[in-house]
């Protein structure tokens, strides 16, 4: 009864989607718990090259049953977009299945982000702009609607009225905008749900249904630990929490069916927005990396910032998540490079820490300690067994390792599914 969460272990980006994509080929369900279509998880495959915003990235398995839980807020116009994209490409989506309790993003959700971003001024988050932070307000605050809602066609008309009568008190009032029409989001939304239909309902039975079966269940992480609302850079971070204990939360899974817990982590680190990042590169080092890897973001097109391996943050995601393996990502992205560096502790008023600060402000005036590892400088794409790397990559995978406290199960040495090391096995 093996189920796997996938976790961002930094600051998102760091490869769920390909991850996700090559255990998928032997999942019966793959099941989003978190975020929304602020996520860009990129996946490389036989079928081709995509770009999944809210679709989980089990999609290309035939045989797997792909949820979007309860924990995820979900835009259906972007939905319905990324469904018709994967048809017109050839690719089946009748097995995806829609949380009725996950909640929808509205057009007002989108407005807001928008305005409260604005009104943030040099403090800005730096947020995606797909409405995230609203709609999760409005889930806590018992202001959402949710998937479900769209099938109980008088209910939903008139909550909605209900809802839209405050949101343009807002709009207007305080934002000075234009107030939006219950009437027409009405009935465009009538339209995702008509279309979307058959494909919602109680998703906790068919995990349920699963796990009694003895399938294999992968739970699909979004974001990463750092952006979580109570462990990353707070505020400088996302609405939904993409940590293991999210993966249960999100998805209705109970905590003790968790089998495995995988960290994904780039083998250097990039975070896009705003927000502390201790070991950024602003210099031709991070540079070169953003271009080798094209570090530019998958839903906003964002230039990422780029960094050293940040061993006190990396901890601290273990520590809050409890990995039982670690699948290091972009591993070829440092195979130029003559000396890499892990950064083992900070600097901060004379003192040298090696725990991850709550305090942003602490955060903003920590300086990196390195550890100075030498480059293996050569090509790691084409090697798929761990004997086969060079000694000098061997040693810095081995370093991480140590490091970090946790063994790695898989080294990613380029974007496809198959460029992929599996260096001891996940289960
Ligand atoms: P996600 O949000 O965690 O799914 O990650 P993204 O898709 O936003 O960003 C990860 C990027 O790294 C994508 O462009 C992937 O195709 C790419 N990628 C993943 N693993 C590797 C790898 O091992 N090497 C290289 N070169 N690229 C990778
Ligand atoms: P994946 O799943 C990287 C960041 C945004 C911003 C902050 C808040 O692809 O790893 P939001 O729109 O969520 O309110 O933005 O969080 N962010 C991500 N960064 N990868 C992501 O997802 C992200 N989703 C949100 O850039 O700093
Ligand atoms: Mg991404």
């Given amino acids: 009864m093996p189920v796997i969460a996938v976790i961002g272990a930094q600051w998102g980006d760091e490869g769920k989607g390909k991850v996700v994509d090559l255990l998928a080929e032997k999942a019966d369900v793959v099941a989003r718990f978190s975020g929304g279509d602020n996520a860009g998880h990129t996946v490389i495959n036989s079928y081709g090259e995509f770009k999944l915003h809210i679709v989980p990235s089990g999609i290309f398995s035939p045989k797997a049953i792909c949820i979007i839980g309860n924990g ?25 299945r829609i949380s009725d309790r996950a909640h929808i993003i509205m057009p007002y959700h989108i407005l807001l982000d928008g305005m409260e971003e604005a009104s943030r001024g040099g403090k800005a988050i730096g947020t995606t702009n797909k409405g995230i932070g609203p709609a999760f307000a409005d889930k806590v605050a018992r202001n959402g609607i949710r998937m479900g809602d769209l099938l109980e066609k008088p209910a939903f008309k008139e909550r909605l009225r209900l809802i839209i009568e405050q949101k343009n008190l807002i709009l207007t009032r305080i934002y000075g905008a234009s ?63 993409p940590i293991s204990s999210g ?10 069916k968790i089998t495995r817990v995988l960290g994904v982590f780039k083998v250097y680190c990039t975070r896009v927005g705003a927000g502390p990042m201790p070991t950024e590169l602003k210099d ?38 409890g990995f039982t393996g670690m699948a290091l990502t972009r591993f070829d992205i440092l195979d130029t490079l003559p000396v890499v560096k892990v950064c083992t502790g900070y600097k901060v008023d004379g003192k040298t820490i090696y725990d991850f600060p709550a305090s942003i402000a602490t955060l903003e005036k920590c300086e990196p300690i390195y550890e100075e590892l030498p480059g293996w400088q050569t090509s ?39 460029q992929t090391i599996e260096k001891s096995p996940i289960l």
């Fill in 380 to 418: 790691t794409c084409n090697i798929r067994k761990f004997k086969d790397l060079p000694p000098k990559a061997k040693k810095y995978i081995n370093r991480l390792e140590e490091l970090v406290g946790c063994p790695a199960n898989l080294i990613c040495v380029g974007p496809a599914r198959e």
């Fill in 179 to 241: 107030p939006v029409s219950s009437e027409q989001i009405y009935d465009e939304y009538m339209e995702y749900g008509k279309r979307l239909a058959p494909d919602i309902c109680e998703t906790t039975a068919i995990l349920d249904e699963a796990l009694r079966a003895g399938k294999v269940v992968l739970l699909e992480g979004a974001q990463g630990t750092l952006l979580d609302p109570d462990f990353g850079t707070y505020p400088y971070g996302t609405s939904s929490s």
């Fill in 72 to 96: 995820v807020v979900v835009n259906p116009k972007a939905l319905c977009q990324e469904l018709d994209m994967l048809k017109q490409k050839g690719i089946a989506t009748s097995g995806l």
């Fill in 247 to 256: 993966a249960s939360l999100g998805s209705g899974i109970s905590p003790n």
């Fill in 284 to 321: 031709a080092t991070g540079d070169l990396i953003r271009e080798r890897a094209h570090e530019y973001g998958t839903t906003t097109g964002r230039p990422r910032r780029c960094g050293w391996f940040d061993v006190v943050a990396a901890k601290f995601s273990h520590r809050v998540n």
